[in-house]
């Protein structure tokens, strides 16, 4: 009797364990394979500079929006909090640090992610249901260096450079609160905001981007190539691309910081 | 004595725990067009992705022109694949493409060509399968079931291949519009001397093009010979499935 209670037990344990693992299995043959394809001609020049537009260029209202409300709410918390206190310059770093490190790299990714990672696994969900992928094999073109490598090298690329963008978005938000919010003096915070600019922190948030790039293409690449079943199925691969690479950016938030700055 | 363009010897593939090919042999002769009927599910659209690589098989050989393309090389496969075309069931257009870049997808991707050289290729290979050449930049969504099957025939054989695949390519269609499709990949075989295989369950196209008929339940090949002999044969299974019959030896899963 205690034994079938194990083996229950187990069986319950072991069948979402094994379908894990084997999915984690499928992943990384996935990100092998893609990375082995992004490194190898031909490459889709074109494609890759369609990509950089839909993700770059297109997501610049998106990410400046995100920026500049992150930045000015900032500006206006940390205010309270440090009221008395020398408080311009206090809200200039505290403005400073927390957009370059945290918010421009992580609320971008996170937007860009609804964004494009939907879009992507859409895309190629909707491509794959209707043969459009097999047509590409029987074309003598491969979907990973046609589809993917472009996608996967756009978002690598161009993430950072929103990030740059939103990070000067939300120091100008900072900015707007505390001279017209706050009553700062502007030369006195645009000092002090340069004075305690430092390269670590842009390329702290420039790193972070670059990851969030990767994983918000390789999301929505490998959840797309994976639907099946018609609408339902290319409706799923867009929630899971986007749920994924969300959650994924988060982690990888907390992991790249940490490799950064544990001391 | 003609030679054998494809060769298959014992294919089996399995999905989870049901047996979709169970030992399957089939030849084709060159320039031979050759038909595989059977129902819904029994493996016909899984045999020809496996004879162009885009599924393996668990086991068994697939001969092209005398070579093993299972497990073969991704340069091999390549290789192969110019040498095919294929056309889609719902026709497998590139929706972000115009039509003609569809049809001069090869052409563009594979050999370089320039893009208004293509586009004259394309519109030629268009009016050869009877669209005119102002269907030429609109978008594949623009069009009608049997003009995309067209689209697509048109994108199959614009590279010239030796071996044509053709799914289903009358499902959908009215029968006339099917019997026009017919008469398209006739002409264009015949134009190309191409070797074909069909998979369809439509007996007025399977008559049509075939210049050979094989049957395919349960996984294995179970039946295969010309029109004429196919229209002879006591065989309950062909009987079965060319006349249409819910009753027979053939069980219809539910």
């Known amino acids: 009797m205690q034994q079938k209670h194990i083996e229950t037990f187990l069986r319950t344990l072991g069948k979402p364990l094994v379908k894990f693992v084997i999915s984690l299995g499928e992943l990384v043959l996935f990100i092998l394979k893609s990375l082995y394809h992004a490194f190898t001609p031909p490459f889709y020049l074109k494609n890759f500079v369609k990509q950089m537009l839909d993700i770059g260029f297109y997501s ?11 930045g000015m709410v900032i500006a206006m918390q ?33 937007m860009v ?41 756009a978002g690598f690329i161009v993430l950072p450079f929103l990030v740059l963008f939103g990070d000067v978005i939300g120091i100008f938000g900072g900015y707007i609160v505390g001279i017209y919010k706050l009553g700062f003096n502007p030369a006195n915070y645009i000092n002090a905001t340069l004075e ?47 749920v994924s690479a969300s959650i994924l950016i988060l982690i990888f938030n907390y992991l790249i910081t940490e490799l950064l700055f544990a001391k | 004595m003609s030679e054998t363009k494809i060769s298959i010897r014992d294919l089996h593939k399995v999905f989870g725990s049901k047996k979709v090919l169970d030992g399957v042999d089939l030849d084709i002769q060159k320039g031979e067009s050759l038909v595989v009927i059977g129902g819904s599910g029994t493996g016909k ?21 005398g070579v ?12 192969m694949h110019s040498k095919m075309g294929m056309l889609f069931q719902g026709g497998a257009l590139f929706d972000s493409l115009s039509v003609w870049e569809n ?26 399968v009877g669209l005119a050449p102002d269907v030429a930049d609109l978008s594949p969504s623009e069009l009608s079931g049997g003009m995309q099957k067209r689209v697509g025939l048109a994108r199959a054989i614009i590279t010239k291949p030796e071996i044509i695949f053709f799914d289903e390519p009358t499902t959908g269609l009215d029968p006339i519009m099917a019997d026009v499709i017919n008469d398209l990949i006739i002409e264009s075989a015949k134009g190309l001397g191409a070797t074909t295989l069909t998979i369809t369950h439509d007996m007025a196209s399977a008559r ?28 309950p299974f062909v009987v079965q499935f060319v006349n249409g019959c819910a009753q027979g030896p053939i069980k219809v899963e539910v």
């Not at chain 1, 610049?60 to 992150?70: D, E, K, S, W």
């Not at chain 2, 659209?45 to 022109?65: A, E, F, N, R």
């Not at chain 2, 090389?73 to 290789?79: G, N, V, Y």
């Not at chain 2, 395919?216 to 065989?235: A, C, N, P, R, S």
């Open chain 2, 45 to 65: 659209s899984v045999l020809i992705k496996c004879i162009q690589g885009l599924l393996t098989p668990d086991s068994g050989s697939i001969k092209i022109d």
């Open chain 2, 103 to 128: 049809v001069a997808f090869s052409l563009l991707e594979n050999h370089h060509a320039a893009r208004d050289h293509a586009k004259m290729e394309a519109i030629r290979v268009l009016r050869q």
């Open chain 2, 208 to 235: 049509k093009i075939a210049d050979k008929i094989a049957m395919l339940y349960q996984g294995k090949i179970i039946w295969q010979g010309t029109v004429k002999e196919m229209d002879k044969t006591d065989d």
């Open chain 1, 78 to 110: 940390s205010y309270s909090g440090f009221a008395g206190m020398g408080a311009e310059r206090m809200v200039a770093d505290v403005v400073l640090i927390s957009v370059t490190r945290e918010l421009a790299p992580v609320l971008s990714a996170l």
């Open chain 1, 196 to 242: 305690y600019l430092q390269a670590l922190d842009i390329t702290t948030g420039v790193v972070k981007a670059a990851a969030f790039g990767f994983i918000i293409a390789l999301m929505g690449c490998y959840n797309g190539y994976r639907s099946k079943g018609g609408a339902q199925g290319v409706g799923e691969a867009t929630t899971n691309a986007v």
């Open chain 1, 113 to 153: 992610a609804g964004r494009i990672g939907a879009a992507m696994a859409a895309e190629i969900g909707t491509m794959k249901v209707t043969e459009q992928l097999d047509a590409l094999t029987t074309l003598s073109t491969n979907p990973f260096k046609y589809l993917f490598a472009p996608r996967l090298w």
């Open chain 1, 60 to 70: 610049l209202p998106v990410v400046g929006l995100t920026t500049i409300f992150a």
């Open chain 2, 68 to 79: 093993e393309t299972v497990d073969a090389k991704e340069s091999l496969k390549k290789d």
